[in-house]
């Protein structure tokens, strides 16, 4: 049976990947202050039992990218999804920090896939104007995941215990990778694909990043300009998502003095704003090539900048009074490193070719999550001898600094306008 549309089902099961992905690392976070108290875990060893998974995280993106792109999206999704699910439910057994840190490190190794699978999915399913919505769409699993991660764990932890979160989130991938295995296949083997749609997708896509049979080249990756034009701006954005993830909950329960299910009431809040943000950089990516006919590279990084000069309140959290005027302010920033989040990640399908995409945005992810890792243990080492306050200035002036090498490191002359696309094709 041919099913219409079918391009955005893929999409959306990429972005239900990315849900149960990002609900799994956010557990750990949310569970924390309980963890603090039941296992007598300090904010120093905290951060380590981070650091172990951003450390992992970071060094497996590049390889879980490259193993993406040699061994094809399904099976190599696949085999990932049952890898972190697995270890994810392993947490429940283990009662020290040092063994949480050594399980948090081997679920990094797996959980730095979904990013990769996001844009290799969105390279080979979806045409040029079209893809800034379609990686809004992927990418806003990420802060769904880690907005219903309160809820859920802090139901899971008051109806049985802070064990019984982790088993029910890691089933809950493993139920993610039966579904994925039977409804995700390339355009190319689809049989549900209809001939019209099959057509659409080839005749949007640059025909001059089309696959070859070459095997992804890391050197040549990395010898780019381009390459760099998007890591860099990564590594200097993602360490402030990094901290609304993994140390917004213990912010609020050891600064705003809020219990936990308050925390569970309200620290959802900026994901559900990110999840916006992911989709209005999308919308406006297709508004500015559409109507005011700019190219896609730049229609990406007038989204990147116009987030980056939202993240500015970030700088404000720890000055206002009230704790949910500073959940506000966290919120505002969510929605807008989500906007240009999703700006960068999406640049990997514009300037490589659809057969290195994974391996190039696994790179990339590793720049950001070097960056997470460098500020995590930084915050541990100092959050209790200066506080958050002057983390929150710094991280709001990165994405400036970051929007200012998209502008001048990235090379245009590969892409081609949409205009020049149609011009090409006819």
């Known amino acids: 049976m041919k099913i219409k549309n079918l391009r955005w089902w893929m999409i959306g099961l990429v972005s239900l990947a990315t849900v149960i992905n990002a609900l799994a690392r956010s557990s750990l976070s949310v569970a924390a202050p309980t963890l603090f108290t039941d296992l007598n875990i300090s904010e120093e060893q905290y951060s380590w039992i981070l650091g172990a998974f951003q450390f992992a995280y970071t060094v497996a993106g590049p390889i879980c990218g490259f193993f993406i792109d040699v061994v094809g999206l399904k099976l190599g999704f696949f085999i990932l999804i049952i890898a972190w699910s697995l270890i994810n439910m392993a947490h429940a057994s283990c009662h020290s920090w040092g063994g949480l840190a050594f399980l948090r490190g081997l679920m990094g190794l797996s959980e730095a896939s979904a990013i990769p699978a996001g844009v290799k999915c969105n390279s080979e399913w979806f045409p040029a104007k079209e893809r800034g919505i379609a990686g809004g769409i992927a990418n806003i699993g990420t802060s769904i995941g880690a907005m219903l991660a309160p809820p859920l764990v802090v139901w899971a932890i008051m109806t049985w215990n802070w064990e019984m979160s982790f088993v029910i989130t890691g089933g809950l991938g493993l139920v993610l990778a039966v579904l994925w295995w039977f409804g995700y296949e390339s355009p190319k083997k689809h049989k549900a694909l209809t001939t019209t749609e099959a057509q659409y997708i080839r005749e949007g896509q640059e025909q001059y990043l089309d696959a070859d049979d070459k095997k992804p080249s890391v050197l040549q990756i990395l010898r780019q300009r381009n390459f760099w034009g998007i890591a860099l701006p990564r590594f200097l954005a993602d360490p402030a998502w990094g901290t609304i993830n993994f140390w917004l909950p213990v912010y609020l329960m050891t600064v705003r003095h809020m219990p936990l299910k308050e925390i569970a009431m309200f620290a959802w809040l900026p994901f559900l704003a990110a999840d916006f943000g992911g989709l209005a950089g999308g919308v406006l990516n297709a508004f500015l090539m559409k109507h005011w006919n700019i190219s896609t590279v730049n229609a990406r990084r007038i989204g990147f900048s116009i987030g980056a000069l939202m993240m500015l309140p970030l700088a404000f959290v720890g000055f206002v009074d009230s704790p949910y005027a500073a959940i506000a302010l966290v919120s505002v920033c969510g929605f807008a490193h989500q906007m240009l989040s999703t700006q960068v990640i999406i640049m990997a399908t514009d300037l490589f070719k659809r057969n290195t ?21 930084i915050m541990g080492e100092l959050v209790k001898v200066i506080g958050y306050n002057p983390f929150f200035i710094v991280l ?14 990235v090379r245009e002359h590969q892409v081609a306008t949409p205009a020049s696309q149609q011009a090409a094709m006819a």
């Open 396 to 409: 709001s002036v990165m994405d400036i600094i970051g929007a200012i090498i998209l502008w001048t490191c």
């Open 357 to 377: 995409t994974s391996t190039v945005s696994g790179f990339a992810s590793m720049a950001g999550w070097s960056g997470i890792f460098i500020c995590t243990l």
